[in-house]
């Protein structure tokens, strides 16, 4: 996502992204939630939360697992 919108020209994507992932057992994504309003509604927030939640990740024995996730961009 970061480099399809820097390849359309977006210059504005620097900065710290903090996002918060909450999982189910069965390792689906339940929802993925960008704390930063900078990246709120935007065309890279919008891409990211989507391939966060096209990718299970493992199972696990717990109902449901939140974190949280921080990336330099």
Known sequence: CF?????AGDRSL???LNMQI???GDG???????K?????????????INSIK???FKMF???EQVFSYY???
Request: glycine letters at 8%; proline letters at 2%; one cysteine or more.
């Open 3 to 7: 480099n399809e919108r820097v390849q």
């Open 14 to 16: 620097k900065g710290t």
């Open 22 to 24: 909450r999982l189910s």
């Open 28 to 34: 689906a994504v339940r929802d993925v939630l960008l």
């Open 36 to 48: 930063d309003e900078k990246y709120m509604g935007s065309l890279f927030g919008d891409c990211l």
């Open 54 to 56: 096209s990718k299970p």
């Open 61 to 63: 024995r717990s109902r």
């Open 71 to 73: 990336w330099d961009l």
